[in-house]
């Protein structure tokens, strides 16, 4: 049972367009989705997070709308680069959890020039 | 910055020997640090939890007879990989706590086995 789904699979974009990457979750006891960055070859790196009290986050070009009625949230890239081509994933956890993450099964976005 | 290193990044072992990577938080003291196992197709395993005060929590399909683990300190973590066969080869990343949100991952330990 996949508690952390994300979609689509792989996406393209050109440059300076918005990417839009989804993820839904099914355990209501999850309250904090943080999205992590990962190249080849490299560990996934935390971009942006966000706490389910609140439904919008931003970072610079990076934009979370959460959802918790529905449990839904996507990750906005805005004026994507070809730089933000690598793999996305949405993860969550519950309140006390340490460092034990639900991950999703990620997003591969190329943004062509 | 918070930041996690891992050691090696990558290491190459014969079917049935052991080897053991490390996980360092530099900038900050962890209260978890959980390991992982990242597959070819990028789906993540969590293979055991520890936590500061707790027994150190294994994951099914993952022992401590197969993947002991030290946590002796709020900023080092290591990990054996006992008689590594084909299946255990991946990406064995460190995830690291920083108080009570955010997690940051090593660059990971590459493990192949021949």
């Known amino acids: 049972q996949q508690q952390v789904r994300q979609s689509p699979q792989s996406l393209t974009v050109w440059e300076g367009e918005t990417a839009i990457l989804n993820c839904s979750y099914e355990?209501?006891?999850?309250?904090?989705f943080p999205w992590y960055q990962q190249f080849p070859g490299e560990g996934p790196a935390l971009l942006i997070s966000?706490?389910?009290?609140?439904d919008k986050k931003e970072d610079g070009r990076f934009t979370i709308f959460f959802n918790k009625r529905e449990k839904k949230l996507s990750l906005h890239i805005a004026d994507s680069q070809p730089g933000d081509s690598a793999t996305y994933f949405c993860a969550a956890s519950g309140n006390n959890a340490g460092a034990k993450l639900t991950f999703g099964g990620g997003t591969r976005l190329t943004v062509r020039p | 910055g918070a930041l996690v290193y891992q050691y090696p990044r990558r290491t190459i072992c014969k079917s049935g020997t052991s080897m053991r990577m490390e996980c360092q938080a530099v900038g900050f003291q962890a209260t978890s640090v959980a390991w992982y196992r990242q597959s070819p197709q990028k789906t993540f395993e969590l293979i055991a939890l520890s936590t500061v005060n707790s027994a150190i929590k294994y994951e099914q399909n993952f022992t401590q007879e197969k993947f002991p683990i030290s946590h002796p300190n709020l900023s080092f973590s290591s990990m054996t990989v006992l008689n590594a066969y084909l299946e255990d080869r991946g990406l064995y990343l460190c995830g690291a706590r920083k108080s009570n949100t955010e997690v940051f991952f090593g660059k990971g330990t590459r493990l192949t086995v021949v």
């Open positions: 966000i706490l389910s009290v609140s």
């Open positions: 355990n209501s006891a999850f309250d904090y």
